[in-house]
């Protein structure tokens, strides 16, 4: 945690600080001088949370750090026209909220909704535009029907995970201008192939890469050997608008593990990657997977913490959502795995963090955590969650300037 707390006292002395928090800075991070502090701008945007709320139909959520939504999403609030395919799949059976993310200043959301992966306006003080539809393409289909992530990409380029568990899956990027007419069909500009199961990726403002994690062999154990976790940053061109496959930027865990103590002896499935997380104005990442989360390095490019470390060190005040995540593992011992499973978390700059933890056997929480100076607090209790992120531009993690 210290290198979060001086990462953020060191933001108080730099005048762009003073456009961000309003928050009252937890007290073990006020700064000795606190004429430094003078806060102005009433739009914190870590007080701001974007929640999926699974269900028939599923809800997007902005709301605040107690639970009172200020904003939200759903199929009933589209009135546009919308060519059938994109109909069809806003009111399709899925009850998915799978992802969501903060996006153009604020002024876009994108998800991954029922069987859409849509991009919608968040205008609320604009009304006659706001939860318009602006970019949508239609998951049913087989390359794209798991998609688990996206992120923008510069250009107005929208990078979409496939998420499956062949070869050929990977990332699609499509063109997500508002410019451009909704259609059934959106034209792929390029396909990333060969990174698996991808549940999250991130974009890297300094490094000019996206980041995905992901397997290296199908995850659901269809290949006859174990799936590890990667972590894999792909280099955007800015000449071509094209990413590029670089193993210098791979990284394949050390060591994989069956999932046998959550859902019993001989489960074909291996832990896969479920969250790739920035620490705000560090160059490392949190990964969470099915046992555990760990810290990445990207100068050196490996594992700096193990569970245990990262959760003292960058996630003080975690605790597990619910008392029995343990059982026998393959090799018949037992095991307790209060750490596993976290499906969504992220880090604010003030010290603060999020996380949702599925329940034990089950693929989502009922609550999102929060945790302020170490307390745990739950939040949007009884919504069925999957994933929450802070719904603002993570210091040190802009999204594409251009
Ligand atoms: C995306 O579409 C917009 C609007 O037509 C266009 O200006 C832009 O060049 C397109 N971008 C790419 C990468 O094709
Ligand atoms: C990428 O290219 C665009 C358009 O040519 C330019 O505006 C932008 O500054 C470039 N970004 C970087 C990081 O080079
Ligand atoms: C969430 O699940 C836990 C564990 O099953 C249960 O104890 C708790 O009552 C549930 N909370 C809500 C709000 O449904």
């Not at 992120?151 to 568990?165: I, Y």
């Amino acid at each position: 945690m210290l290198g979060g707390i001086f990462a953020w006292v060191s933001l108080l002395f730099e005048p762009s600080a003073f456009q961000v928090p309003l928050i009252q800075p937890q007290p073990r991070l006020k700064a000795e001088d606190s004429t430094a502090l003078k806060p102005t701008s009433t739009n914190v945007p870590w007080q701001d949370i974007i929640t999926g709320d699974y269900g028939h139909p599923p809800k997007l959520k902005i709301h605040d750090r107690e639970s009172i939504v200020k904003w939200s999403w759903e199929r009933k609030d589209v009135t546009q026209d919308l060519p059938p395919r994109i109909r069809s799949g806003l009111y399709g059976r899925a009850n998915d909220a799978t992802e969501m993310k903060w996006m153009r200043d604020g002024k876009s959301v994108a998800a991954i909704y029922s069987s859409l992966i849509v991009v919608v306006n968040h205008t609320p003080d604009i009304p006659s535009i706001d939860k318009k539809i602006t970019f949508a393409v239609n998951r049913d289909t087989d390359v794209l029907w798991n998609a688990h992530s996206l992120e923008p990409l510069p250009g107005d380029r929208l990078a979409v995970a496939t998420t499956g568990q062949r070869a050929w899956d990977g990332i699609l990027v499509y063109n997500m201008s508002s410019a451009l007419p909704l259609e059934d069909e959106p034209p792929i500009l390029q396909k990333v192939e060969g990174l698996r199961a991808i549940h999250a990726m991130i974009w890297d403002e300094e490094g000019q890469m996206l980041w995905a994690c992901g397997t290296n062999v199908a995850a659901d154990g269809s290949d006859p050997e174990p799936a590890y976790g990667v972590i894999q940053g792909y280099p955007f061109d800015n000449q071509t608008g094209l990413l590029r496959d670089d193993p210098a930027f791979k990284f394949t865990f050390p060591e994989y593990w069956d999932i046998d103590t959550e859902w019993g002896h001989g489960y074909s499935w291996w832990s896969g990657p479920h969250d790739l997380v920035p620490v705000p104005n560090e160059r490392i990442f949190l990964v969470s997977n099915d046992i555990g989360v760990q810290t990445f390095d990207i100068a050196t490019m490996s594992f700096i913490h193990g569970f245990q470390e990262t959760i003292d060190k960058y996630m003080p005040g975690f605790e597990c959502t619910s008392t029995d995540r343990h059982g026998m593992n393959r090799q018949g011992e037992w095991e307790e795995l209060p750490y596993s499973d976290l499906k969504g978390f992220s880090l604010a700059p003030d010290g603060a963090f999020i996380y949702t933890q599925s329940l034990w056997k089950l693929f989502r929480g009922n609550h999102t955590s929060l945790v302020v100076d170490g307390v745990r607090t739950q939040l949007m209790e009884g919504n069925e969650i999957y994933r929450s992120r802070f719904f603002g531009d993570i210091d040190g993690w802009p999204k594409p300037k251009t």
